[in-house]
């Protein structure tokens, strides 16, 4: 385990909240996607 000072454990906390934040939307975008393709397809 890497020891890390309180700093950049808010740094890297504050990255990955956004990371997520951002990929959250983009799944969701294509889910919508996907689901409108999904009823002639299958």
Do not use: N, Q, W
Not at 15 to 28: E, F, N, P, Q, Y
């Amino acid at each position: 385990m890497v020891t890390l000072s309180d700093d950049e454990v808010a740094l890297i906390r504050s990255l990955l909240t956004a990371l997520r934040g951002i990929k959250v939307r983009d799944i969701d975008k294509a889910l919508v996607i996907l689901s409108k393709g999904d009823r002639g397809g299958r």
